[in-house]
C-alpha cells in the first residue's frame, strides 16, 4: 500500500489540552447615518401619531382602513383594466383602417374591371365578340303560349 506523502506524520502523540476560548468582543453597533430630510422625518416630525399606539393597535379603525383599501384595489384594478381596454380598442381601430383601405382597393379594382371595355377585352381570348347592333325586344302574343 502505498504512503500519503502529502501529510506530516504527527512526531508526538496528540494529548488532551485546555483550549482556550478567544476573548469575546463586544457586538458593534451600527454607526448612525447623517439624519437627513426625509419623507418619514418630515412625517414624524410634524404629525405625532405615536399616541395613537400606546396602548396598542387601536381595533375601532380597522373596518375604516379594510374599507380603504378595498377602494384603493378597486381603484388599481379599474385603472388596469381601462388601460388594457384602450390598448385594445388602439389595436382595433388600426385593423379598421387596414381593412378600410383594402376595402377601397378592392372596390376601385372591381369598378374598374367590370367596364364594358375590360370585360370586352378579358373575354377575346375566349372568341366572344362585342356586339355592335343595340339590344331588341321580342314580341310574342299571348295566344301563343
Same mark, same amino acid.
Given at each position: 500500500?502505498?504512503?500519503?506523502?502529502?501529510?506530516?506524520? !504527527?512526531?508526538?502523540?496528540?494529548?488532551?489540552?485546555?483550549?482556550?476560548?478567544?476573548?469575546?468582543?463586544? +457586538?458593534?453597533?451600527?454607526? !448612525?447615518? +447623517?439624519?437627513?430630510?426625509?419623507l418619514?422625518?418630515?412625517?414624524?416630525?410634524?404629525?405625532?401619531?405615536?399616541?395613537?399606539?400606546?396602548?396598542?393597535?387601536?381595533?375601532? *379603525?380597522? +373596518?375604516?382602513?379594510?374599507?380603504?383599501?378595498?377602494?384603493?384595489?378597486f381603484?388599481?384594478?379599474?385603472?388596469?383594466?381601462?388601460?388594457?381596454?384602450?390598448?385594445?380598442?388602439?389595436?382595433?381601430?388600426?385593423?379598421?383602417?387596414?381593412?378600410?383601405?383594402?376595402?377601397?382597393?378592392?372596390?376601385?379594382?372591381?369598378?374598374?374591371?367590370?367596364?364594358?371595355?375590360?370585360?370586352?377585352?378579358?373575354?377575346? !381570348?375566349?372568341?366572344?365578340?362585342?356586339?355592335?347592333?343595340?339590344?331588341?325586344?321580342?314580341?310574342? +302574343?299571348?295566344d301563343? *303560349?
Amino acid at each position: 500500500m502505498a504512503t500519503n506523502l502529502m501529510t506530516k506524520k !504527527p512526531s508526538a502523540p496528540r494529548q488532551n489540552a485546555v483550549r482556550v476560548k478567544p476573548e469575546e468582543k463586544a +457586538p458593534q453597533l451600527p454607526q !448612525p447615518k +447623517p439624519r437627513g430630510i426625509s419623507l418619514f422625518s418630515l412625517l414624524d416630525k410634524y404629525a405625532n401619531i405615536d399616541f395613537l399606539f400606546e396602548q396598542g393597535v387601536p381595533l375601532k *379603525y380597522m +373596518p375604516h382602513v379594510l374599507f380603504l383599501t378595498g377602494i384603493t384595489l378597486f381603484y388599481i384594478g379599474n385603472t388596469h383594466f381601462a388601460e388594457k381596454t384602450i390598448r385594445k380598442i388602439d389595436k382595433v381601430k388600426v385593423e379598421t383602417e387596414d381593412l378600410r383601405a383594402d376595402y377601397t382597393t378592392l372596390k376601385s379594382e372591381y369598378m374598374e374591371a367590370s367596364k364594358q371595355s375590360e370585360v370586352a377585352r378579358n373575354v377575346a !381570348p375566349l372568341g366572344l365578340i362585342e356586339s355592335s347592333s343595340p339590344p331588341y325586344q321580342v314580341n310574342v +302574343p299571348a295566344d301563343e *303560349y
